[in-house]
């Protein structure tokens, strides 16, 4: 099969690619790089993706997943196009759809991949790979509004985009119904089974539309937490009625937890929130009871005491025992992490009971380019044309590789660029409503007919139409358009006379090498090229048209050009560039000067003993007095140092200079006035008065930029080695530096604190990087989610008492807690309640997956970046948020006018008196 795929690679179609389900049900399942089509155990019909041309297929292998439609994925190339399935729909019906991601380390990178996917023209979500073996779910529910809908990768950040599964499944007529759904997708957020029996989770054939309902009783952190104490699991056999509607399949409604002890209590994240959502929960009656007693409760939400007003009496609310009763909120505001409880009433003899849940979100649509339908109708002339299939919207995410847009909300086409891509035919009539057209290059093909009439794109300003065989007259109408400044049509078979409206303008004009074509009334009047000073000005535009469509956006994504030092040259001879100053070297005698004699010492680590200097010209430094004397050659010191001295960056403490002399080796740094973030933590240094939460955000983030800046920055890579909250030191404004990179590598054998090969401190030192003695950057992740789970706790790396018995690690101690939802028992007491439970909970979770066991399982740095700067963001905008929610929640209301339930009746889910609060 393998020659079949490489030839795939380059095939040119001769149909339109879009998948359309054969089958009934409306189903549609790609098995995406699969070699063919299958019928899966519980009944699914997949079917290859092999009319992609884009893109590779890899083979994967996940430990117990078996799934023949995971141990293929296809991936595409880290550039800066879009790359798109297109799928086949019907105009006015409901579907859902839904991708799936198994990254399975198909590349063997160290590197997670990290892209965007979009739906239409319409952002949807940005999937990022945490863990190998994990799979991403996303799904989305929509109303179709034309005959195809396409997703879209696009963005890579960080790895190549890929795909595993893409499932389309149509609902049946009036289901997931909204006043909301001509402008907003629903993207799923969660769907719970509760009182499931097994992990396992229901979809097809249980449920029609394979929707698939996730078990409580699934294991993963901050998923289902704080449970009630009495919260018990309950199923029936009998048959309940779900044949209405969207309602969930019987095996879940059969199923429930009732809180035996008069609540059911959750915490769960909710994924794409916060923001505005749809709620819906689904109740059944299925216990018996006695006629005297009752089963009576409450929602009640964080913020939201009006929801908690009314009262559910489930066999009431459904009329009858064994009948689904789903009180939901259309439009409801959520947080990302949402408790909610459910409590009883003073007179109900029983305890509330849930069968299962679904949250969605609102997610915006986008129109996309007004442009599309225009376009859309140029391209059907050439569907076998590859640049004719790459899908989706021209413009959004990004445009297609033959067009540019304007940057506008909802962007124009602003050029075409089909040269010499063997058109035939007439220039496609609809190219002219392209009203936003500022550049047409259509030169170099084989075009017959006339040339249009152009006069609606009154922004067009260069039209290239030479070299082809365009017959009829030049119109007049092109010298109208007032903003022409070249033309070009040479080389073609046009005829009669240049309009003297093109001839008085002024204008870079071709029209030699047609044969009939002549100025004025004159006969065989070759007029050749105008050009004149313009020429120098084509050729420059030319290149930056050039630039601009070849500009891969991909491969700038490891390194930050305003960064990225001469290091690259590897040499440390060389001192030609600008930045490559060689490192200072100090005599002893300078040293002894500005320290005063080594007076006085304002640290000690691993790697010596640190005094404080001052320069005569008044600089402060720092001076790291070696303790080791087993370091290189002098040569190779002071080439190794200089290499580090090169190494500059906001978030790095700057080295200076050395000093080798007199059986000494010392280091010369800048001086950080705030001493190191230990300290700050838990030193002698705080005083009661701790960092805050924000203050610590920002030194997580100032040092994981530095650390990003060594492992992806750097040629060679830099790894740390030995990050802790001691090498992290704090200037004058408390903005962070990571100090003492670079520095086991120059000590060959000399002091280290665990073995002689292994390196590092106790209680930061990656357990795989201990066991294997295989370094790698992820050795580095390790250490700084012990820093991090440090910010968020206050607490020691290594204690023999702060975290009871049998624990003297932080990590153990914090994955205890964090995985148990219990968030609040590792959170520093300094803080008090000065910070954002989100905003928390992001940063506790990110420093859990950066303690993974294994290395391949921790995120890269830049991940970590990317999450302490959401969290800083989440912090930042508290007060804003809850404003803009108010906003917007208003603003949705005002839109869907008298019609938005939730708007008047905000309550509207739990009470009794609205039997269906969908319109249904
Ligand atoms: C799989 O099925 C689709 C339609 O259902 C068909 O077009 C395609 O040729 C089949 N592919 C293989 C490899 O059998
Ligand atoms: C799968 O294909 C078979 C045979 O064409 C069909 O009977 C069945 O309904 C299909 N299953 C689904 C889920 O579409
Ligand atoms: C795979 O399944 C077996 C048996 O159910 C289990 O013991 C093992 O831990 C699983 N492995 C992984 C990686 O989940
Ligand atoms: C691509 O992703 C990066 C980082 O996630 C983001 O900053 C950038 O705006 C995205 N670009 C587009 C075109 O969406
Ligand atoms: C779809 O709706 C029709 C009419 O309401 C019904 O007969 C049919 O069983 C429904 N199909 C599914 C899969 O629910
Ligand atoms: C019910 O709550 C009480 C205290 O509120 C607790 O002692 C008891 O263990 C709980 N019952 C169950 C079954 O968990
Ligand atoms: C145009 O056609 C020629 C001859 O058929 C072929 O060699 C060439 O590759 C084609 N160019 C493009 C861009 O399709």
Same mark, same amino acid.
């Given at each position: 099969?393998?020659?079949?795929f490489?030839?795939?690679l380059?095939?040119i ?13 409306g189903?549609?399942?790609? %098995?995406?790089g699969g070699?063919?089509?299958f019928?899966d ?6 079917t290859?993706d ?5 893109g ?22 880290a550039?800066?196009r ?22 399975g380390?198909?590349d063997n ?5 990290k892209?965007?996917i ?8 940005t ?7 994990t =799979?991403e779910?996303?799904e ?6 034309s005959?195809?809908?396409s997703?879209c990768l ?6 190549k985009?890929f795909i595993s ?7 049946n ?6 006043f ?5 997708y629903l993207s799923?957020?969660?769907r719970?089974?509760?009182g ?9 054939p ?5 929707? =698939?309902?996730?078990?409580d009783?699934?294991k ?7 449970v009630?104490?009495?919260t018990e699991?309950?199923s ?11 309602m969930p399949p019987?095996k &879940?409604?059969?199923?429930?937890v009732?809180?035996t ?8 994240n909710?994924d ?15 216990e ?5 007693e ?5 929602l ?5 005491? $009006?929801?908690?007003?009314?009262v559910?009496?489930i066999?009431?609310n459904a009329?009858?025992?064994y009948r689904?009763?789903e009180?939901?909120f259309?439009?409801i505001?959520?947080?990302? &992490?949402m408790s909610f409880?459910l409590?009883?009433t003073?007179?109900s003899?029983?305890?509330p009971l849930l069968?299962?849940?679904e949250?969605n979100?609102?997610?915006?649509k ?9 376009? #859309?109708?140029v ?9 004719a299939?790459?899908g989706g ?6 445009p297609?590789?033959w067009?540019?847009?304007? #940057?506008?909300q909802?962007?124009? =086409? ?7 891509k063997n058109l035939?035919?007439d220039i ?11 550049e047409l290059?259509l $030169?170099?093909?084989m075009?017959?007919?006339?040339i249009?009439d152009f006069t609606?794109c009154t922004d067009l300003?260069i039209?290239?139409?030479?070299n082809?065989?365009l ?6 109408s ?6 022409l400044?070249?033309l ?5 078979m046009?005829?009669?006379?240049v309009?003297?409206?093109i ?8 029209y ?10 004159r006969?065989?009047?070759q007029l050749?090229?105008i050009?004149?000073?313009a020429?120098?000005a084509?050729i420059?535009?030319?290149a930056?048209?050039?630039?601009c469509l070849?500009?891969?956006k991909?491969?700038?994504k ?10 690259a040259?590897?040499?440390p001879?060389?001192?030609s %560039?600008g930045?490559?100053e &060689? ?9 002894k000067?500005y320290t ?6 304002i640290?000690s ?8 200097g001052k320069?005569?010209?008044?600089k402060e430094i720092?001076?790291?007095v070696l303790? #080791?004397?087993?370091?290189q050659?002098k040569?190779?010191?002071s080439n ?6 090169r ?7 700057q ?5 080798r ?6 280091l010369?740094y800048e ?6 973030l230990k300290?700050?933590?838990?030193g002698?240094l705080t005083h009661?008065r ?6 610590r955000?920002?030194?997580a983030e $100032?040092s994981?930029?530095g650390?990003e800046?060594?492992?992806t920055?750097c040629?060679p890579?830099?790894i740390?080695?030995d990050l ?5 030191l ?6 962070? @530096?990571?100090?003492?990179f670079g520095?086991? @590598?120059?000590n060959?054998?000399?002091?280290s604190?665990?073995s ?5 401190t106790v ?13 790698t950057d @992820?050795?580095?992740i390790?250490s700084?989610g ?12 290594i ?10 690690n932080i990590?153990?101690?914090?994955k205890l807690h ?5 968030i609040?028992?590792i959170? %520093?007491?300094a803080l ?9 909970w992001?940063i506790?979770?990110?420093?859990l997956m950066c303690v993974q066991p ?13 999450e ?6 989440i912090?930042?905008?508290v ?6 929610m108010?906003r917007?929640s ?5 839109n869907?006018?008298s019609?938005d339930?939730?708007a008047?009746?905000?309550y509207?889910?739990? $009470?009794?008196s609205?039997?269906r609060?969908?319109?249904?």
């Amino acid at each position: 099969m393998e020659p079949f795929f490489l030839s795939s690679l380059l095939f040119i179609f001769l149909f339109f690619f879009t998948f359309s389900s054969a089958q009934m049900l409306g189903f549609v399942s790609l %098995d995406c790089g699969g070699d063919k089509n299958f019928t899966d155990e519980i009944g699914l019909n997949w079917t290859s993706d092999d009319r992609i041309a884009y893109g590779e297929i890899s083979a994967i292998s996940v430990a117990n997943e078996t799934r023949k439609q995971y141990t293929t994925l296809r991936n595409f190339p880290a550039d800066s196009r879009k790359y798109c399935y297109t799928l086949d729909v019907v105009s006015r019906t409901r579907y859902l759809l839904r991708a799936t991601f198994l990254y399975g380390n198909f590349d063997n990178n160290n590197v997670y991949p990290k892209f965007d996917i979009s739906i239409g023209a319409t952002q949807w979500s940005t999937i990022v790979i945490s863990d190998a073996n994990t =799979i991403e779910v996303r799904e989305i529910i929509f109303l179709a509004s034309s005959s195809t809908v396409s997703v879209c990768l696009s963005n890579a950040t960080t790895g190549k985009p890929f795909i595993s599964t893409l499932e389309l499944r149509q609902f049946n007529g009036s289901v997931y119904f909204s006043f909301y759904e001509e402008h907003f997708y629903l993207s799923v957020s969660a769907r719970i089974n509760f009182g499931a029996e097994t992990d396992e989770a229901i979809r097809y054939p249980d449920d029609p539309f394979d929707r =698939i309902w996730e078990s409580d009783s699934v294991k993963k952190a901050n998923y289902l937490v704080d449970v009630a104490d009495g919260t018990e699991k309950i199923s029936t056999s009998v048959s309940i009625d779900v044949n209405r509607d969207e309602m969930p399949p019987e095996k &879940v409604m059969q199923t429930a937890v009732v809180g035996t002890n008069g609540s059911l209590t959750y915490r769960l994240n909710l994924d794409g929130f916060p923001g505005i959502g749809r709620a819906y929960s689904y109740l059944a009656e299925i216990e018996d009871f006695p006629r005297n007693e009752s089963r009576k409760f409450r929602l009640v939400l964080p913020g939201q005491a $009006d929801i908690s007003k009314a009262v559910v009496n489930i066999e009431e609310n459904a009329l009858g025992k064994y009948r689904v009763y789903e009180p939901g909120f259309n439009n409801i505001s959520l947080p990302f &992490v949402m408790s909610f409880k459910l409590g009883k009433t003073a007179d109900s003899s029983r305890g509330p009971l849930l069968n299962a849940m679904e949250i969605n979100k609102y997610l915006e649509k986008n129109d996309g380019s007004p442009d599309g339908e225009a376009i #859309s109708s140029v391209i059907s002339q050439y569907s076998s044309k590859d640049w004719a299939n790459e899908g989706g919207d021209p413009c959004l995410p990004v445009p297609w590789s033959w067009i540019l847009c304007s #940057s506008d909300q909802q962007p124009r =086409i602003v050029s075409v660029l089909l040269s010499g891509k063997n058109l035939t035919g007439d220039i496609p009539l609809d190219i002219t409503k392209l009203t936003g057209l500022v550049e047409l290059w259509l $030169d170099g093909n084989m075009l017959t007919g006339p040339i249009p009439d152009f006069t609606g794109c009154t922004d067009l300003k260069i039209i290239h139409l030479e070299n082809n065989h365009l017959a009829g007259v030049l119109p007049a109408s092109l010298g109208n358009l007032p903003n022409l400044r070249e033309l070009y049509v040479q080389n073609n078979m046009l005829s009669g006379t240049v309009p003297s409206e093109i001839l008085s303008k002024n204008l870079v004009l071709n029209y030699s090498g047609n044969n009939d074509l002549h100025k004025g009334s004159r006969k065989k009047d070759q007029l050749y090229v105008i050009i004149g000073s313009a020429a120098g000005a084509t050729i420059l535009l030319l290149a930056t048209i050039v630039s601009c469509l070849f500009m891969h956006k991909g491969k700038k994504k490891y390194y930050d050009q305003d960064h990225l030092i001469s290091l690259a040259t590897q040499n440390p001879e060389s001192k030609s %560039d600008g930045h490559a100053e &060689v490192a200072h070297c100090f005599t002893f005698s300078e040293i002894k000067n500005y320290t005063n004699n080594f007076e006085k010492k304002i640290g000690s680590g691993g790697f010596g003993v640190v005094y404080y200097g001052k320069q005569t010209n008044g600089k402060e430094i720092a001076v790291k007095v070696l303790t #080791s004397n087993t370091y290189q050659g002098k040569i190779e010191f002071s080439n190794e140092v200089s290499l580090l001295s090169r190494i500059h960056h906001r978030n790095l403490v700057q080295l200076l200079g050395y000093c080798r002399e007199e059986g000494n080796s010392m280091l010369i740094y800048e001086f950080m006035h705030n001493g190191t973030l230990k300290e700050h933590l838990y030193g002698p240094l705080t005083h009661g008065r701790s960092i805050n939460w924000i203050q610590r955000l920002e030194i997580a983030e $100032d040092s994981a930029k530095g650390i990003e800046y060594l492992h992806t920055g750097c040629v060679p890579a830099v790894i740390h080695r030995d990050l802790k909250s001691s090498n992290i030191l704090l200037d004058r404004h408390m903005r962070a @530096k990571v100090s003492d990179f670079g520095l086991s @590598k120059l000590n060959v054998d000399g002091v280290s604190h665990v073995s002689s090969i292994v390196r590092g401190t106790v209680g930061y030192l990656d357990p795989e990087y201990y066991i294997s003695q295989q370094l790698t950057d @992820k050795s580095d992740i390790y250490s700084f989610g012990v820093i991090l789970l440090e910010l968020i706790s206050g607490q020691e790396a290594i204690s023999n008492d702060s975290f009871g018995a049998n624990c003297r690690n932080i990590v153990q101690w914090a994955k205890l807690h964090i995985e148990s939802g219990d968030i609040q028992g590792i959170i %520093d007491p300094a803080l008090r309640d000065d910070y954002d439970l989100q905003s928390m909970w992001k940063i506790a979770e990110k420093a859990l997956m950066c303690v993974q066991p294994h290395g391949h399982m921790r995120p890269s740095i830049s991940e970590v970046v990317k999450e302490v700067q959401d969290a800083i963001a989440i912090e930042r905008e508290v007060e804003s948020v809850s404003d803009e929610m108010t906003r917007n929640s208003v603003h949705s209301s005002i839109n869907m006018g008298s019609m938005d339930l939730a708007a008047t009746e905000n309550y509207l889910a739990i $009470d009794d008196s609205i039997a269906r609060p969908t319109a249904r």
